[in-house]
């Protein structure tokens, strides 16, 4: 009386060994967006998830605040209370600084590197710090030339064209 393991070919012991898992996104298909310019969907998506970011850091900063002033007059504390206008240029200035440094050092920020994305020079490499600096003032205070990507042939907002910048598919 013979087993199954004997009634099979030599090596197919295990069949479900033998074949190869299902690849669940070739190369080809990565590779066929990588270093395209990114379009409005995508960098909006990534700067709202940058928008959230700063917005965390600003309340932590309020929250690093009032332990402060807690810690060094507990019978007299009370939380502070900065007028909105403050906290708005607070988080504007925040939101510019981690942009140029994001961009400088890592070249995303992490919306950008969330969904995949590279910011790139004219000549496809990292921005330095001055040129990412000047984006992301731009950036910061006239976030309306994101609306450029609709019209431009490119995928290009109005800091792209200006500064010949590129937020690219990594």
Do not use: K
Request: proline share 5%.
């Amino acid at each position: 009386m013979t087993t199954a393991d004997e009634r099979r070919p030599s090596g197919t012991a295990y069949p479900w060994h033998d074949t190869a898992p299902p690849v669940a996104d070739p190369a080809g298909s990565r590779s066929s967006i990588q270093g395209t310019r990114a379009g409005m969907v995508t960098r909006s998506i990534a700067n709202i998830v940058d928008l959230a970011v700063v917005a965390l850091l600003v309340a932590g900063g309020y929250a690093a605040v009032a332990a402060t002033r807690f810690l060094l007059g507990p019978t007299t504390f009370h939380f502070p209370a900065p007028s909105s206008t403050l906290l708005l240029f607070v988080g504007l200035g925040l939101q510019a600084v981690y942009f140029a440094v994001t961009w400088a050092v890592a070249g995303a920020t992490y919306g950008d590197r969330l969904l995949g994305l590279r910011v790139t020079d004219d000549r496809a490499a990292r921005l330095r710090g001055g040129r990412s600096a000047v984006r992301a003032v731009l950036c910061t205070f006239f976030p309306i030339g994101l609306v450029w990507v609709l019209v431009s042939r490119g995928n290009r907002s109005v800091q792209d064209v200006l500064l010949r910048t590129s937020v690219v598919y990594d």
